[in-house]
């Protein structure tokens, strides 16, 4: 499969989920939104992973309004958080209900030690009931845990919405989520060879499944592992998407912009 396809001025392509405040893009910041621009990104969503980075995400979205935010803890970041922290993002949601489009990056790894479970689903399930509390759609992060989370989702019988972050899976598994009005972030994960079975879900889904993401820094497409991740590479995860549909490349790219701007509940 080539990545050597760039997307032209022709189309608007929307970065679900990069950590463009992370110390490996922070410090270019501005160069790497310039090459992004230059690749097609009009826009981005950066997702929080903890506390410490929900007061900077507020200020870089007030500097730049095509950079839109979601708040809230990471489960990687679990032990470092209480409840106490959840009260305080309750506090922000207050001071700043429109700065804020999802809480995220938000959810469930059991990849990680099982001592950690239990303070990562209690945040879990206070961070979705903020949610639904000021009816903000979530940015799910999964490893392990997808029937954890559907668990969840409907004990609190949450219908925001939001985007399963890093898609992959069968039908059966996407479509559990697409039921509860969720869309699946598509990223470097396809053009990986051994990710057939995520391919073959990509190719029959609906396109109003999907929306596009890196997650940079970190997911590298296949041929970059150990390297940076930027927003710009969204152009590749966008052709390589593209090469599993049957629509144009004018369809995809708008179902996909329109797709996240749904979904986020954006007027942009």
């Known amino acids: 499969m080539s990545l050597s396809c760039s997307v032209t001025g022709a189309f608007r392509l929307f970065d679900s989920h990069c950590h463009l405040d992370l110390p490996e893009l922070a410090s270019q910041q501005a160069q790497h939104w310039q090459q992004a621009q230059n690749a097609g990104v009009a826009a981005l969503v950066i997702p929080a992973v903890q506390h410490a980075a929900w007061h900077n995400l507020l200020n870089l979205h007030r500097d730049q309004s095509s950079w839109h935010i979601a708040l809230g803890i990471h489960p990687w970041w679990a032990a470092k958080h209480s409840l106490a922290d959840v009260e305080w993002l309750n506090q922000l949601l207050q001071q700043h209900p429109d700065d804020v ?152 790219a708008a179902a996909l912009w329109q797709n996240t701007v749904s979904v986020l509940r954006l007027s942009v």
């Open 101 to 252: 489009c999802a809480i995220g990056e938000i959810g469930l790894d059991f990849a990680l030690a099982e001592d950690t479970f239990a303070r990562q689903q209690q945040l879990f399930a206070a961070q979705i009931a903020l949610a639904k509390q000021y009816d903000k759609p979530v940015i799910l992060h999964h490893r392990k845990s997808q029937p954890q989370l559907l668990a969840e989702l409907k004990r609190q019988q949450f219908s925001g919405g939001g985007i399963l972050h890093a898609f992959s899976g069968s039908q059966q598994q996407a479509r559990a989520f697409l039921e509860l009005g969720f869309k699946l972030g598509i990223g470097g994960t396809i053009s990986y060879e051994r990710a057939q079975k995520t391919r073959n879900t990509v190719q029959k889904l609906p396109l109003s499944s999907f929306v596009l993401e890196t997650d940079a820094p970190a997911m590298p497409l296949a041929g970059a592992q150990g390297e940076i991740n930027t927003p710009a590479q969204l152009a590749r995860v966008f052709e390589l998407l593209c090469q599993l549909r049957s629509e144009s490349r004018q369809q995809v």
